[in-house]
């Protein structure tokens, strides 16, 4: 399991879609002087994957976690179709959904046809997965004309969906949404001011909304966490129940690695300047993952650090864990890390990172 990455504001390689100033379309039913107004047909509500109401499991000052029917069926989907464009068997293939009626496991497998050709064949921030997850999530990005067209097929596709998923999955994924939420719950209550106020503090800059939404689920991209941080929308972080590597401590570790991506861009943001400055200054190259080596570092060691303050000792952050960017281990280990234990100042821990971490010239 590797790490999470938000590059972009999900529209931003798309500038002929990307347009300004226009009010958000509304898929849904609009009250307008008291009357009922349904849009379009295809559009409607009734287009919907299901009409169950959202509503976070847990919602603490720093983050808001939900377990979503619609939310976790499009992750199923998605993973499925993945599945099948790796010609690797469908995990929702089993005695279950070799039960259902003929109509359930057509339309469930019509979907996967669908998505496979379409939202699975494109990048974890592709506008065409953006603008499903944006209306999943009800994060309120501006969407086109085109945009409009494709999500209504991929809002109709995972109705079709739905029944086979209920039927199959979804007790048991919401239960183990549930249980992870509940587990990660207590970390929080005792631990999140202290990480979250201190990273405010290391990067410089504090979030701009809170509490950050998080939608809990199954599998997740190939990371098994992601975050739409875009200045026009809220925040938005998906992430995995499931994988072994984002249990216990390191769910807390991740949380707040997710979060992080709001603050810590490759292009923005004061960790993005700190470093641009420091290069030019001592006149390298920028290595190209470096602030995401630095973000790593940042809530893995600051994790680790309130937890062993608090008499939890023992925890192994994330990167280390599991060999993530590990040529940058080094670099950061003997220049960030004194920076994070408070002894030597900002810019002089950027500099000699920069040159310790930049690329052979
Ligand atoms: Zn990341």
Not at 219 to 232: Q, V
Not at 274 to 280: E, M, V, Y
Request: hydrophobic share 45%; charged share 25%.
């Amino acid at each position: 399991m590797t790490a999470a990455h938000p590059r972009r504001p999900p529209l931003r390689g798309h500038p002929a879609r990307h347009h300004g100033g226009r009010r958000p379309p509304c898929l849904g039913p609009w009250i307008l002087g008291g009357f009922l107004v349904l849009a379009p047909a295809a559009l409607a509500g009734d287009d919907e994957p299901s009409s169950e109401a959202r509503q976070p499991v847990l919602e603490t000052p720093w983050f808001a976690f939900f377990s979503d029917f619609d939310f976790n069926l499009y992750d199923a989907v998605l993973a499925s179709a993945t599945e099948r464009r790796r010609d690797q068997p469908e995990s929702l293939h089993g005695e279950c959904f070799a039960a259902l009626v003929q109509e359930e496991r057509s339309a469930w497998d019509a979907a996967v046809a669908y998505y496979s050709e379409t939202v699975a064949a494109t990048g974890d921030f592709s506008r065409e997965r953006f603008i499903v997850r944006s209306r999943l999530a009800e994060l309120g990005a501006e969407l086109d004309d085109d945009d409009q067209r494709d999500l209504a097929l991929s809002l109709l596709f995972l109705r079709a969906a739905a029944p086979a998923y209920r039927a199959c999955r979804w007790p048991e994924q919401d239960a183990a949404n549930r249980r992870w939420i509940a587990a990660l719950a207590g970390r929080l209550e005792r631990h999140a001011d202290a990480i979250g106020e201190r990273l405010e503090r290391l990067y410089g800059r504090g979030w701009r909304s809170l509490p950050i939404a998080v939608d809990v689920v199954g599998t997740a991209g190939w990371a098994g966490a992601d975050t739409i941080a875009d200045r026009n929308i809220p925040t938005h972080v998906q992430i995995t129940s499931r994988a072994p590597g984002y249990q216990g401590a390191a769910a807390l570790e991740m949380i707040f690695h997710e979060a992080s991506h709001e603050i810590v861009g490759p292009w923005n943001g004061p960790v993005a300047e700190l470093l641009r400055a420091a290069a030019a200054e001592a006149g390298v190259e920028l290595d190209r993952n470096l602030w995401h080596g630095l973000l790593f570092v940042s809530a893995g060691e600051v994790t680790r650090a309130v937890l062993e303050a608090a008499g939890e000792t023992g925890y192994v952050p994330f990167a280390e864990a599991h060999g993530v960017f590990q040529a940058l281990h080094e670099p950061l280990r003997t220049h960030w890390l004194p920076y994070l234990r408070g002894e030597t100042g900002r810019e002089e821990a950027a500099r000699a990172l920069v040159e310790a971490a930049a690329p052979p010239p």
